[in-house]
């Protein structure tokens, strides 16, 4: 059974750094590799919005509200991906959630439970 664990999520102030990561459990190789991967995040009374995106070449894409900000990355071997966040903003406090899409549609996609990230003014 596949399951997404993040890990990294917490109180910061703002200015400081967080890295999220998640690992793809129980997930095989020849699946994470090709799959797209993501970060999302919800805050309170907002809808989910994506914040950054990894192809499985490693091409990325970010929201305009965090370029410069935040990396995203991935690491096969570990079938985990990640998110370093810099400069973090109270506009930023929200649950992350990372997903993952496979190549093959017929398997669906995944996503972690989420973690609270928190930014104090």
């Known amino acids: 059974q596949v399951r997404l664990v993040e890990s990294g999520g917490g109180l910061v102030q703002a200015g400081g750094s967080l890295r999220l990561s998640c690992t793809a459990s129980?997930?095989?190789?020849?699946?994470?590799?090709?799959?797209?991967l993501g970060w999302y995040r919800q805050a309170p009374g907002e809808q989910r919005e994506l914040v950054a995106a990894?192809?499985?070449?490693?091409?990325?894409t970010y929201a305009d509200s965090v370029k410069g900000r935040f990396a995203i990355s991935r690491d096969n071997s570990r079938k985990r991906v990640y998110l370093q966040m810099d400069s973090l903003k109270p506009e930023d406090t929200a649950v992350y959630y990372c997903?993952?899409?496979?190549?093959?549609?017929?398997?669906?996609?995944?996503w972690g439970q989420g973690t609270q990230v928190t930014v104090s003014s």
């Open positions: 997903r993952v899409e496979p190549r093959e549609r017929r398997l669906g996609e995944y």
């Open positions: 990894i192809t499985p070449d490693k091409s990325t």
């Open positions: 129980g997930m095989i190789t020849s699946v994470f590799n090709p799959s797209a």
